[in-house]
C-alpha cells in the first residue's frame, strides 16, 4: 500500500486506499497507517455515530470510554491513534474496503463538496493536543445518567472529527462551540434535571 491518501479528503483517501491495496487485502494497521494523521478523525467519527442516536441506552456508555481514552492519546501528543496488537493484525478484504469507500461516496460525498482545508492552525499538533482536552469532556458527559445526554456532544465530536480528518477548521470550531454550549447547559441545569429524573423513577415505583 503507498502513500496515495495523503493530502486527500476523506473519501478520496479511502478510494485511494481501496485502490491501492491488494487482493489479499490490508491489516488494520496498514489501514491506520496509510490514513496518518487523519486516522484519529476517523476512528472517533465512526464511534460518535452510534453515540448520537438518542435513547440509545448503553452503547453510548461503552463507546465513551474508548473514545475518551483516544482523546487523551491526541491531548498527549500522540500522532497517530495506539491499538492493541490483535486490532492491529485484523485484516480488511478488497471487497470490504471497495464496499466503504462505494457506501462512503454514495452516502456523505456531500461532505468533501462543503468540507475544504481551511483554518488549518486548528488541525495543527498544538491545536489538537488542546481539542483531545475537550474531547476528553465531552465524553465524559456522555457518561451523565440522563436521557439523551449522549446525542448532543456525540454529534458534537462527530462534526470536530469531521473537520480534523478533512482539516476544515469551520467544522471543528462548529463542533467544539456545539459541545461547549452543551457542557454549560449540563453544568447550569445538570442538577435539577437529575432531581426531575429522581422524582420521575420515584413515581413509577
Do not use: H
Not at 44 to 66: E, H, K, R, T
Not at 94 to 109: N, Q, V
Request: aromatic share 8%; charged share 15%.
Amino acid at each position: 500500500m503507498t502513500d496515495a491518501a495523503e493530502n486527500r479528503g476523506l473519501l478520496s483517501a479511502l478510494e485511494a486506499i481501496a485502490a491501492d491495496t491488494g487482493e489479499e487485502g490490508c491489516t488494520l494497521g496498514e489501514f491506520v497507517d496509510a490514513l496518518g494523521e487523519r486516522a484519529f478523525g476517523i476512528i472517533l467519527f465512526a464511534m460518535a455515530l452510534p453515540v448520537s442516536i438518542p435513547f440509545l441506552y448503553g452503547v453510548p456508555q461503552i463507546m465513551s470510554l474508548p473514545m475518551m481514552a483516544l482523546s487523551a492519546q491526541m491531548a498527549m501528543g500522540r500522532d497517530e491513534p495506539w491499538l492493541p496488537a490483535r486490532f492491529k493484525a485484523r485484516r480488511l478484504s478488497k471487497a470490504g474496503l471497495d464496499r466503504m469507500a462505494r457506501s462512503g461516496r454514495k452516502w456523505f460525498g456531500w461532505l468533501e463538496a462543503l468540507a475544504r482545508p481551511r483554518l488549518s492552525f486548528l488541525s495543527g499538533p498544538s491545536a489538537e493536543r488542546a481539542i483531545g482536552v475537550i474531547f476528553m469532556i465531552f465524553c465524559a458527559s456522555i457518561l451523565v445518567p440522563l436521557p439523551a445526554t449522549n446525542t448532543t456532544p456525540g454529534i458534537a465530536l462527530a462534526i470536530a472529527a469531521l473537520g480534523l480528518l478533512t482539516r476544515d477548521g469551520l467544522l471543528i470550531i462548529a463542533g467544539l462551540i456545539l459541545g461547549l454550549v452543551w457542557i454549560t447547559l449540563l453544568l447550569v441545569f445538570g442538577y435539577a434535571m437529575i432531581d426531575i429524573a429522581k422524582d420521575f423513577l420515584r413515581s413509577l415505583v
